[in-house]
């Protein structure tokens, strides 16, 4: 067992009864080729959340910042998290998200590229547009919707994959394909919050 697989049942058996997880939709997710997975955010847990619901292993981006102390850093490496720096191109970390992608793995962003703040969706950055436009990877829109409260429920949603062809066919700039995908998870979201 991978130390990934085994932090991903410690995870679950916590988490699970804790905040009450249901999980939607978890049927669109393919079975094998690349995947674009792009969530929104609203809480530190959310990574996790997504690494324990989603139905294959998920190489997330972080933030290079939680890199800098040694056992954080070596806890990352191990869940095979890519450290991007925030605020401007990185990138060698655009180069390893498409090797994800390119092996057939599955790649997760949160692409507001931030916790939001009051729970709403904030507006996507280009990074998701840029690997929906530069791959063929199937991109799935996920809802988190919470809020995490110890034994109130967080539903975790997961979106049919988007259909970017004509995008990709059209050469779309990286901007309007992000703000495609979050409209996707804001419907997503509008759709499942009760």
């Not at 916590?14 to 809480?43: M, S, T, W």
């Not at 062809?165 to 499942?192: C, F, S, W």
């Amino acid at each position: 067992m991978t130390f990934y697989s085994f932090a991903k049942v410690v995870v679950w058996r916590i988490f699970k009864p804790l905040y009450r997880i249901q999980v939607i939709g978890k049927e669109h997710f393919p079975e094998k080729g690349g995947v674009l997975l792009c969530a929104n955010h609203i809480d530190n847990l959310d990574p996790p959340v997504v690494g324990i619901t989603a139905p294959r292993p998920v190489v997330f981006m972080g933030k290079e910042e939680l890199f800098q102390k040694p056992l954080l850093k070596t806890l990352m490496e191990k869940l095979n998290v890519i450290p991007i720096k925030r605020g401007m191109s990185d990138r060698e970390a655009l180069r390893k998200g498409l090797n994800v992608l390119k092996k057939d793995q599955v790649l997760g962003l949160f692409p507001e590229g931030t916790r939001s703040k009051t729970g709403e969706l904030g507006k996507g950055l280009a990074g998701a547009g840029f690997f929906a436009l530069r791959t063929d990877a199937a991109v799935i829109p996920c809802a988190i919707i919470g809020p995490y409260k110890p034994f109130s429920k967080l539903k975790v949603v997961y979106g049919e994959p988007i259909d970017l062809q004509e995008y990709r066919d059209n050469k779309a700039n990286p901007g309007e394909v992000t703000d495609v995908i979050m409209n996707r998870i804001k419907k997503l979201i509008d759709e499942h919050r009760k």
